[in-house]
């Protein structure tokens, strides 16, 4: 089967750094997304890595090894409007057809940052 | 900055009725997705298509049906509601996978209609 796991929620300090980790064991690996969703909003794209390394992207980066199955999310400087669900997604290609690819989703994890 | 459009923003509305999800979008996606999101929940992939006339139920099994006869429109309809089907409805596309740039399978969401059915 298909898992994902984040851990449930965390809190950190405005201006500080925080890592968000996420691991994953599926079939048909093809690239690992990051989003953001501020409750009762949709998600939106953070990241997105498909080969080994680090993203970086402003203050937020990103880091993949498919030969652990893991990623990660750090955020620095962490400002109080970065409180929200991050959420880690892999894309799977799931049809032998052509190029069609669909997401498995994490739970998400819940950041609180306190001032 | 993603043309992704959804409608109604908010329904309350009976057991029984007849309801129809609107989502278009105008970025010319071939791929388009429904969600379900409980709130502190997962996105549930509930129906896909991957362009005109393809149409395919996700992981999630949903009383609902969609169409997809014109590319922007990805309409979904449940013929009648009822109350555990109150939930947020989220509706995504994304483009059709393009040769070394990974960010092309990004997937644009909607701003999301939230259901309650009494």
């Known amino acids: 089967g298909q898992n994902i796991d984040q851990p449930t929620e965390m809190t950190a300090t405005e201006g500080a750094i925080v890592q968000i980790n996420c691991t994953y064991q599926?079939?048909?690996?093809?690239?690992l997304f990051w989003y953001q969703q501020h409750a009762g909003e949709a998600p939106t794209f953070l990241s997105y890595?498909?080969l080994d390394g680090l993203e970086e992207k402003g203050r937020f980066s990103s880091f993949l090894s498919r030969s652990k199955g893991y990623s990660y999310l750090l955020l620095k400087e962490l400002q109080m409007k970065d409180s929200a669900s991050y959420l880690c997604?892999?894309?799977?290609?799931?049809?032998?057809?052509?190029?069609?690819?669909?997401?498995?989703w994490g739970l998400g994890t819940s950041l609180a940052v306190n001032p | 900055e993603a043309d992704i459009y959804q409608t109604p923003r908010y329904l309350v509305i009976g057991t029984g009725k007849k309801i129809t999800l609107e989502c278009s979008q105008t970025?010319?996606?071939?791929?388009m997705y429904w969600y379900q999101q409980d709130p502190g929940m997962e996105l549930h992939l509930i129906h896909y298509?991957?362009?005109?006339?393809?149409?395919e139920k996700g992981d999630l099994s949903s009383e609902s049906t969609v169409s997809r006869i014109r590319t922007e429109h990805f309409p979904l309809t449940l013929e009648s509601a009822r109350p555990s089907h109150t939930s947020q409805y989220l509706c995504?596309?994304?483009?059709?996978?393009?040769?070394?740039?990974?960010?092309?399978?990004?997937?644009?969401f909607g701003p999301g209609t939230r259901l309650t059915v009494t």
């Open positions: 970025m010319g996606h071939d791929k």
């Open positions: 599926t079939s048909g690996f093809n690239g």
């Open positions: 298509s991957y362009g005109v006339n393809s149409t």
């Open positions: 995504a596309s994304s483009d059709r996978p393009g040769t070394g740039e990974p960010s092309s399978y990004e997937q644009y």
């Open positions: 997604a892999v894309n799977l290609i799931w049809s032998n057809a052509g190029n069609n690819r669909k997401l498995i």
């Open positions: 890595n498909v």
